[in-house]
């Protein structure tokens, strides 16, 4: 069932969920964003598309009691907004654990 179309697709799918949700916070407030994937299109590529379309979004660095790793700021012929290295990348082998992509977000505005 995987294939690079259906990660493309699912990366449309969370962008525009995400510009929803957006819409919906109020001032100041703040969103969770986080898959259950490592798939740089459905993580960091999500949050430089929200990151670029609504200035008002601001990435805040989240602290985890997990290991967390280094979000990436490119990935192929992309480079993303350097922010995204304020998410956490969490791997199965550092913390037993299945892999996540966390990343906080607050409305400025």
Request: proline fraction near 5%; charge should be neutral; glycine fraction near 2%.
């Given at each position: 069932m995987w294939s690079i179309?259906?990660?493309k697709n699912?990366?449309?799918?969370?962008k525009a969920l995400f510009a929803s949700a957006i819409d919906l916070l109020k001032p100041k407030g703040e969103i969770v964003y986080s898959t259950c994937t490592h798939s740089p299109e459905e993580n960091e590529e999500v949050l430089d598309f929200i990151?670029?379309?609504f200035p008002e979004m601001k990435i805040e660095t989240i602290n985890l009691p997990l290991k967390c790793r280094d979000s990436l700021t490119s990935w192929g012929d992309?480079?993303?907004i350097k922010d995204?290295?304020?998410s956490c990348r969490i791997y199965p082998q550092d913390n037993d654990t299945e892999g996540f992509f966390v990343s906080k977000l607050r409305k400025t505005k």
């Amino acid at each position: 069932m995987w294939s690079i179309q259906s990660v493309k697709n699912l990366s449309n799918i969370q962008k525009a969920l995400f510009a929803s949700a957006i819409d919906l916070l109020k001032p100041k407030g703040e969103i969770v964003y986080s898959t259950c994937t490592h798939s740089p299109e459905e993580n960091e590529e999500v949050l430089d598309f929200i990151l670029n379309k609504f200035p008002e979004m601001k990435i805040e660095t989240i602290n985890l009691p997990l290991k967390c790793r280094d979000s990436l700021t490119s990935w192929g012929d992309k480079h993303y907004i350097k922010d995204v290295e304020k998410s956490c990348r969490i791997y199965p082998q550092d913390n037993d654990t299945e892999g996540f992509f966390v990343s906080k977000l607050r409305k400025t505005k």
